[in-house]
Structures are given as structure tokens and as C-alpha cells.
């Protein structure tokens, strides 16, 4: 599986984004994803998944409520939609995905990173 995150960009703070991150292949409907995010000098974070069923959703505290992450298995596309972002949200934004997953506890495929720059 090869994954394909876009729209990342610049915005203000208390506006919107949506990334979205397209896989290749036929099995895209067997794989949990998710959206991780990274700042330089600290780890790696989990932000969004949703289960491979589409069934189930989850967010990281810090997000919660704000973001809202979606799947078409039509287009083989996950999308994360971003409201009212903070300065705070800033990073390199990852998709993932997880065969039969659903809280991307065991990633297997990573996607390139889009950047999200918010500012104050």
C-alpha cells in the first residue's frame, strides 16, 4: 500500500484545513487509517484513526472536537478535517494505515508528510 497525504498548508488561527490521503491498491477497505503529526525534536503523535470498517473513530485529547476524521472506500481516501486550528497544531502531518486496524496501534504502511503551519 502506498499512501499520498496533500493539503496541508498555511492558515490562520481559528480557520480550516482538510488533508487528504489517497492509497493505491484494491484493499484499501481492510486497513484501519489514521493521521499522526510530528514536530522537530519530539516524538511522533497520534492525532485521528478510524477502523477499517469505518465503524469506529478516534482522536487524541488535544483534538477532540475539533477535528474530524472520514474515509471513501469509493476513492481509496481518508480525510481529516481540521477546525479551529491552534498554533499548537502545528507539524508535519502523517497518514497511516493498519491492516484490519483500528486504533493504529500497529502501523504498517506510512504515507509522506504535509505540512501544517498555523499562525497566531
Known amino acids: 500500500v502506498q499512501l499520498q497525504a496533500s493539503g496541508g498548508g498555511l492558515v490562520q488561527a481559528g480557520g480550516s484545513l482538510r488533508l487528504s490521503c489517497a492509497a493505491s491498491?484494491?484493499?484499501?477497505?481492510?486497513?484501519?487509517m489514521g493521521w499522526f503529526r510530528q514536530v522537530p525534536g519530539k516524538e511522533r503523535e497520534f492525532v485521528a484513526a478510524?477502523?477499517?470498517?469505518?465503524?469506529?473513530?478516534y482522536y487524541a485529547g488535544s483534538v477532540k472536537g475539533r477535528f474530524t476524521i472520514s474515509r471513501d472506500n469509493a476513492k481509496n481516501t481518508v480525510y481529516l478535517q481540521m477546525n479551529s486550528l491552534k498554533p499548537e497544531d502545528t507539524a508535519v502531518y502523517y497518514c497511516?494505515?493498519?491492516?484490519?486496524?483500528?486504533?493504529?496501534?500497529?502501523?504498517?504502511?506510512w504515507g509522506n508528510g504535509t505540512q501544517v503551519t498555523v499562525s497566531s
Open positions: 478510524i477502523s477499517w470498517s469505518g465503524g469506529s473513530t
Open positions: 497511516a494505515a493498519e491492516l484490519y486496524g483500528s486504533s493504529l496501534n500497529r502501523v504498517n504502511y
Open positions: 491498491g484494491r484493499t484499501f477497505s481492510s486497513y484501519g
